[in-house]
């Protein structure tokens, strides 16, 4: 019997990357795996690699969609929002647009799938945990990233919230605030050492994350190891956030 046997888990955001790994990691410790996306595609060649979980394709953009599919989920005991958008924004030239797209995605969407689910486990008298992806970039100011940083910012204050008012209805919430993740875009986008070399020099283990560092802080966040652990933004960074 797996540690999730029983529970069923809702991943958004799980086509690729941390979302993609993560939900096959809860199939194979025994959750009955609900992965989201809007790319078909990625949630076809997911399946093909984990047949035991079901997809589900809807664009988190669009509130009431989201909504009417969730709703056709539920119970879920174990909520990670890991979907996310991302743009480089220095101050002056951020726009209305990158504003609107980010917080709508980063911040609205996971206020609304949460509002469902976390709802309907309170309706039922059933417990929960739900476990946000926030990132380094909640707590420090990170150079042309006016819009993300900002939309972390509100993910972190958010899980606070959460947590103290979903805590006394049997539902944990935490988030994980990871450094630069070697998923295979973000390989691609720190492959420069000119890029990379300065935030690496900020680590002290001197290394970016990997995949498996954020989905086993994820996995503790969400197991009964963890069960007074509520409201609390857990780093994954390499001790970034220390200095």
Same mark, same amino acid.
């Given at each position: 019997?797996?540690?999730?046997?029983?529970?069923?888990?809702?991943?958004?955001?799980?086509?690729?990357?941390?979302?993609?790994?993560?939900?096959?990691?809860?199939?194979?410790?025994?959750?009955?795996?609900?992965?989201?996306?809007?790319?078909?595609?990625?949630?076809?060649?997911?399946?093909?690699?984990?047949?035991?979980?079901?997809?589900?394709?809807?664009?988190?953009?669009?509130? *009431? =969609? +989201?909504? /009417?599919?969730?709703? #056709? !989920?539920?119970? &879920?005991?174990?909520?990670?929002?890991?979907?996310?958008?991302?743009?480089?924004?220095?101050?002056? *030239? =951020? +726009?209305? /647009?990158?504003?609107? #797209? !980010?917080?709508? &995605?980063?911040?609205?969407?996971?206020?609304?799938?949460?509002?469902?689910?976390?709802?309907?486990?309170? =309706?039922?008298?059933?417990?929960?945990?739900?476990?946000?992806?926030?990132?380094?970039?909640?707590?420090?100011?990170?150079?042309?990233?006016?819009?993300?940083?900002?939309?972390?910012?509100?993910?972190?204050?958010?899980?606070?919230?959460?947590?103290?008012?979903?805590?006394?209805?049997?539902?944990?919430?935490?988030?994980?605030?990871?450094?630069?993740?070697?998923?295979?875009?973000?390989?691609?986008?720190?492959?420069?050492?000119?890029?990379?070399?300065?935030?690496?020099?900020?680590?002290?283990?001197?290394?970016?994350?990997?995949?498996?560092?954020?989905?086993?802080?994820?996995?503790?966040?969400?197991?009964?190891?963890?069960?007074?652990?509520?409201?609390?933004?857990?780093?994954?960074?390499?001790?970034?956030?220390?200095?």
């Amino acid at each position: 019997m797996g540690k999730f046997t029983g529970k069923r888990a809702l991943v958004t955001g799980a086509g690729a990357g941390i979302g993609r790994a993560l939900a096959i990691k809860l199939v194979e410790m025994g959750a009955d795996v609900f992965a989201l996306s809007k790319t078909a595609a990625n949630l076809e060649s997911l399946k093909a690699e984990c047949p035991a979980l079901t997809t589900v394709c809807v664009d988190l953009s669009d509130w *009431t =969609a +989201t909504r /009417e599919a969730l709703k #056709k !989920l539920t119970p &879920i005991h174990l909520l990670i929002n890991n979907a996310a958008a991302a743009s480089l924004d220095p101050f002056l *030239t =951020a +726009t209305p /647009e990158s504003f609107d #797209k !980010l917080f709508n &995605i980063n911040v609205k969407a996971m206020m609304n799938v949460s509002q469902v689910v976390a709802g309907d486990l309170i =309706a039922r008298e059933q417990r929960g945990s739900i476990v946000n992806l926030s990132s380094q970039a909640g707590q420090r100011a990170l150079r042309d990233h006016t819009v993300y940083c900002a939309t972390k910012g509100a993910v972190d204050m958010m899980t606070k919230v959460m947590a103290l008012e979903l805590a006394p209805k049997g539902i944990r919430v935490n988030a994980v605030s990871p450094t630069v993740v070697m998923t295979d875009m973000g390989r691609i986008g720190w492959s420069d050492p000119a890029k990379s070399g300065p935030m690496l020099d900020r680590i002290p283990q001197g290394r970016f994350a990997e995949v498996k560092d954020v989905v086993n802080a994820i996995i503790y966040l969400l197991s009964d190891e963890s069960d007074m652990v509520n409201g609390h933004l857990l780093p994954v960074d390499g001790g970034f956030l220390a200095c």
